[in-house]
């Protein structure tokens, strides 16, 4: 009897502990803080990293995200900023470093390369692209882009060269690492957002002061098409079989879908503010947009193309990239029961007179049990 009720005991304690496991890391900019979130959009912690930290990657072993501190919070805002990498342990939740940048200051864009492990990150000041080995945490090698304001990056698919968009300009630049060549291939107006085709073979790129998405073709390194889309896209996430585009339209307070084969937009979905995000589960069941001045998350069934669950993080955390976590069948179980689930939400419950901590809660929200 004993051994039954130590069971029971046992199996009561490690639902509780996969219940609160998180499944999504979210960028909170303006609290400088990045939030881990369950599926279902329940907070069960947070860290720490700098003043407003932008853009967020996860190792290709899912072991560490690394984190942009740019410290500013708009690509307009005057200031020097900061200059550091963040990295957090996933399994800890815990800031274990930084990759020290030096002179080059606000880091925005980053992508990390699975094959060599390496990083490339934008900066602002001065404007410039890094190659950084994040396991060293050091900088490699510092890059020319022949442009103002780079802010996005992407490795192309042998590792070979990097994409840095140029927002202040109507290109991307084209860098071979090991040369340090640069070509400018031209885009669109402010150019921004891009992402990769399954065969790495074509590149889509945001043209946000504009109407489309432009085509990129990695081996000519040239534009060889367009898809023309609603006011604005920005940040934009490709579903697994390289057939749909989703992408937010921060204009008009919206998400975009767009068929890659017929080249045109086939729907849009209206949220209730400004989304500055754009990412998608490892599946491409789901889209997760987050809205910074409302402090809320939108995910969005692709299939469906409708809005399933909306999540609120801290008030006053303001809510940027979103990174799932897991991968494998889990996930996918877990993010296909999200789908059907509808509709809901979970809010911070407030405590007044609570001014933040260490573990990177914003003032204003009582802690879980989880986070004591």
Known sequence: MRMWSFLCVWVVLVSSACAQKPALAVVEKLSGSVGFYTAEGKRVGGVRVSVHPHEMILSPDRRYLYVTDNGVVWLTDPGEG????????????????????????????????????RMVVTTEKPPGLLLID???????????????????????????????SDTGSTT??????????????PSGPRPQGAVRSPDGKRMYVTNSEGTSISIIDTDKQERVGSIRTSLG?????????????VYNLQPG?????????????????????????????????????????????????????????????PQGAGPDPVVPLAGGRRAAHREKRLV?????????????????????????????PQEC
């Open 172 to 185: 991307v630049a084209a860098v071979h690492l090991k040369s340090g060549k640069v070509k400018l291939i």
């Open 82 to 117: 900061d200059n550091t990498v963040s990295i957090i342990e996933v399994e800890s939740r815990k800031k274990i470093g930084v990759v020290d940048l030096g002179k080059f200051r606000r880091p925005h864009g980053i992508d990390i390369h699975a094959g060599s492990g």
């Open 253 to 313: 307070d919206a998400l975009g879908f767009a068929e890659v084969a017929g080249g045109k937009e086939t729907g849009v979905i209206r949220l209730s503010g400004r989304p500055l995000s754009l990412t998608m589960s490892g599946d491409g069941r789901l889209a997760y947009a987050g809205v910074q001045d409302q402090d809320k998350v939108f995910v969005i069934s692709v299939p469906q193309r409708k809005i399933v669950r909306v999540f609120e993080t």
């Open 134 to 164: 994040p396991a060293g945490r050091k900088v490699l090698r510092r890059y020319e882009l022949e442009g103002a304001v780079p802010h996005m990056v992407l490795f192309g698919p042998e590792g070979e060269w990097a994409y840095a």
């Open 340 to 368: 059907r689930g509808g509709p809901g939400g979970l809010r911070a419950v407030p405590h007044p007179g609570h001014g933040g901590d260490q573990e990177g809660n914003a003032p204003g929200l009582l802690r879980s």
């Open 233 to 245: 896209p920005r940040r934009i996430a490709l579903t697994p079989d390289g057939k749909t585009l």
